[in-house]
């Protein structure tokens, strides 16, 4: 229980995942400790969307970051099959932002004239054109902006996958343990305290989403973040209903392998309680019937939650504790977790090794607040 | 392979439960044949109201039939009990038949008063009356049939702690055999023709459900009844929501131990196909929150189906086959399997022992069809 | 988030459950609080046998607790039964001590006549009364002593039983709410630091099992506790193997409602580990056919483990903080935590309303160390 | 009800998928009807392993069908993953039959020598040499055969892949729907008798593995074949415990994605019982850790069993009707299942195409029988 290892990562989700198979690549010997099962919170629970021009209304420190990880899904998806022989089930068959009111028309057209002045690939279409793509959405979409590269993954067997690489290619990965605390020498972490004894490195990474508020407050550190909940539910049909991702206010249809359709996500802040309401499964059914009707008669399969680390300005944490050297903190990704994997595992890995990050993490700062931004 | 029984009932369902129970008790050597799993089908899947008097609106057999049943539940709970060990949740709180529209109060009202004349315990309650006594259910309801007698059991431990009750007391209980065809000695039968070998006897019970009119066409007989598909959910609460059992028009309330109801049930049929639909959960829950504005916060549980077997004058059957002797068959109880089952596996016991049934079967007999009632 | 209650329980475990449950009847205003869901953790996962005698060889404080405690359970039952609709499965058919070897022999007949001096009722039977008894049984078994008391429960039902029946009389639970860390007033604790904001009461029980060690360490207490994993398995038959329950060293079998049995338990020191090992099934199930051959033909079911707190002398922790007034803690019940649960929820309320408990709690006190025995 | 098709595949298996996906890719209007679900009997239930040089040891028309059809798992790989999304989870990495007994080393060494003249990759290894590949194997294993290209795929995933990939070029899959029995005119087949009613082709292709069978009786034809149950489990790792699979005699090894082993399979002939027994798992486990010690410690997943069609000779039924045109029957497939898929779905739509197949199917042909053979 007293081995000294180059880093500790917290947290079996999406982000630990890739944090810890990024280390052990660069010859790290990395231990991963989750308190729970691995992918049993948010990571699992996720849609998968790689949504980056879709969510990311406007340019700015998020969407350049975004673009970069939605980039490296590709490469990264050959990677783990080959580690681990698990399929991310990456698909490139673009997402369809629609519009149902005529405000959403204008506001959208004016989203695609600025991001094709920033050299992205999307186009509008008409509903008409919408429908010749997709010919079970409903009439009442009045067009959509069609984004060629925002696809989408299967987000557990993303963590999955990252997780099972890491661990084929050397991390020592544990469940059910806890972490209670750090152990510091000087202003330098220096391992880290569980409900199994201690384990000891002079890198900790805290990947653990909307729970890493509460492990880091005794540090001295106030992250402004909050949990939000999200409720989706999925359903099969044998011919499949959709190619496309299909994204709009309130809902997404994400289309799975097999005929599978995912049917996402309620936003409920202020809760870590993972239960599906009525309610949520119910808001849902009504807003995804309204963009295809024909979802009616998909057979039924499964409902699930997850909870979400928002941030108060809606950028995630990604960078170093501002008072202790050695303890890396990576949350906050609300929405975006599976997305922002690829490049946070990367950024992380960085700001261990101390090399200069491919992306400026000025924004993303743990050390920001509400009030600096005044 | 080769024994011989007292009696073989074809069928592991709440039916043929309480059939090879009835037997068994009577001393005889009984085997109970099941094609999948025991309680896999219509049985297992109900949500278990007794609902003698709100689902029987007018005096007439099936009436009659479903409160001698109802009147076994009590004892029958106990000696399952001692045998099983299995507790059947019988929960005598009442039925509220609950109005919505003017039209239901003045047909409820007179329903009321046909009921009382014959003798039932049944009274109106205003809107605010039921309100008093159950105070989560909507302001939209006018008011309600209250039927004090009408309980409800978990539909899944009453057939479970039928048919283990029955082995208990010594039937032979297989699983994962189907019978093909009958073996038949000049107009008697004398056994079964199975995936796994032949069964001998010269007492052969049908209790197949939906399934029957399959088996028993080979023998010359068209039943007249057609497969129904029941859709059904479940939520939990800690404090519970509900105490007495409502019925409405499209969607009952059944609460269960712990906190839980279940909802049900769609209505849709000439289908075998057990998938749950999105539409068919998302109508019951638009009905759910009518009745109990309240469910909406509820936790979501789980969703599933039945088939329950209708037949063309909506009574069940349950008699001798018309030609061959030793052929009994009891289906067709669409809605009241569950409340049916006690009274289903006296008579059946009875019709083997060729004992005179405590109820006139002549309204259910096999061979009356279409015709005959013109 | 700010309201204040006459006492907070943390841990939706069967200790929590009837400690909530005893101080809601004596008309307290009660808040639980469970970090996962209710009944998820060793509570959820035990077999749920009562050997107060059984397990217990020898008078002393822990004996004289059990034997309270299990007295209790009929009375229980009903209440729970009444109050949730939830059956406990309270089975009182006696428990068999086996012994295998002849030293096992001569050892259980001197505790016989130890505990008949002591007044309790408990004898040997030879192997062939064990056998006419339990036909299944193996003839390998020389003999046992033979507890007519010792009973068993279900413990997930117990657990929620005992929950759901707060839940009926008011107590307020809440799922996904994580504690950490007490709040003070002077020597006196006033509230809880949770994921979900802060709650306040004067008096806290802290009944979270194996995790309460953790969680107390910040109050300056070090309880000498460590976890113990046990892993289960548990099979079905038509006709019941089973009557009573069968104890052995390092095998137990316990039968269930419906022909089920539950075989038990592994002992793994020092481990939160929850997962169930191939090793931990396959030498469950050597000694399970070693005590009854025909279980090899039973139908597999599942298996499961779970995390039992034991202290460093055996006896549970039940008392109150040694510096905090109204912080209370009972813990440390390992393999007994469903045997004591009665009576833990009775002293533990007792102790909240400073009113002298029924059993002298000294021997239980939290203060004592290895130190003090020495 | 009354639609007409090319052709009609009965049952939802790995070669009616096969099938139906062959027929459509020639352009065919298929309909397939399961009784059950997709993939719920046994090619849900295999192991996945490929394995005709490990399985089938001496050459002839079993072996030859058996290495054609494994050289077709690539290419069918893509157009799965293409059309349906789905990964066959296909992994080449050998197999390796080891030997425990100094028997089983001359004997599998002359298999190698023979197999070697054949043609066929296949080599010997010392248990040394096998220990250097696959260091958690026993010390126990004298040798094994290597044979490079015997690999393995997920079995589920296969029969499912070919299902929805069918579906996705227009195959109709309907589920719940049980055929009863055929319709001719003449000589020729000319629909299906379902409890959904009829439907109409003059090509009709039975598929339904150990329920074949039975449902061709009433044709007249009695074939050879019966039902052979095979149990399973499986456990998982996060260090990856194998590479290669390990066929040995009464067990094997298949390392499957994320670390996950299922090891397989008991043998037990002549009943449809799908239950998993006690014994079941007990013995493979003895074999497993006999073959692997360090499976010991790895965690338990669950259990499963299957229920698999073997012939009087050990070979397939793969043709036409003795007496009915147009009614086409592949069964018999025993532990080769997923194995012969892709090959039977080829010679199947051959056969209905009236095109010659690529095999030589007189080996296969529905009307040998035990008498002719001798």
Redesign the interface.
């Known amino acids: 229980m007293s081995d000294t290892y180059d880093a500790i990562v917290i947290g079996g989700g999406v982000n630990g995942g890739s944090t810890a198979y990024n280390l052990a690549k660069r010859g790290k010997k990395v231990l991963l400790l989750e308190k729970d099962r691995l992918a049993s919170k948010a990571s699992g629970a996720a849609a998968g969307m790689l949504a980056a021009q879709a969510e990311l209304d406007e340019d700015g420190p998020l969407f350049q970051l975004a673009k970069k990880s939605r980039d490296l899904f590709q490469g990264l998806a050959g990677e783990i099959k080959t580690l ?4 991310i ?1 990456l ?1 490139n068959k673009g997402m369809y932002k629609v519009a149902l009111t005529n405000e959403q028309v204008k506001e959208y057209k004016q989203i695609i004239s600025i991001q094709q002045k920033c050299g992205e690939t999307v186009q509008w279409l008409t509903g008409d054109e919408v429908r010749s793509k997709e010919p079970n959405l409903s009439d009442a979409i009045l067009g959509a902006m069609y984004i060629e590269k925002d696809g989408q993954v299967s987000a557990p067997q993303l963590t ?2 990252l ?2 690489s890491a ?2 290619i050397g991390v020592d ?6 972490v ?1 605390s750090f152990l510091f020498e000087s202003e330098r972490v220096s391992g880290v305290v569980t ?2 004894g201690n384990f000891f490195s002079e890198n900790i990474i805290v990947t653990t989403g909307a ?1 890493s508020k ?1 492990l880091l ?1 005794d540090t001295g550190l106030q992250l402004e973040t909050y ?1 939000v909940k999200g409720e989706c539910f999925s ?1 099969v049909s ?3 209903l959709l190619s496309g991702t299909i994204f709009s206010h309130g809902c997404y249809l994400v289309p ?4 599978r359709i995912i049917v996402g996500a309620t936003v409920k802040p ?13 808001s849902l ?2 807003k ?2 309204k963009l295809m009707p024909s ?6 399969e ?2 699930w939650a997850g909870i979400r680390p928002q941030t108060f300005d809606g950028l995630p944490y990604l960078g170093e504790h501002p008072i202790y050297q050695g303890l890396f903190i990576a949350t906050g990704h609300f929405r975006n977790g599976i997305l922002l994997a690829p490049i946070t595992g990367e950024v992380m890995a960085d700001l261990v090794e101390k090399k200069q990050p491919s992306v400026d993490l000025t924004p993303f700062r743990i050390n920001r607040t509400l009030k600096t931004l005044v």
């Open positions: 681990s022989g698990i399929d089930e698909i999955l996958g997780l099972k661990a084929a990965i544990r469940e059910y343990i806890s209670d409900n199994q729970w509460r407050e949990p359903v044998h011919q499949p799975k392998k097999g005929g202020n809760t870590f309680n993972q239960q599906v309401t009525v309610d949520g499964i119910s059914m009504d995804a019937k979802i009616a008669e998909a057979e039924w499964k409902a």
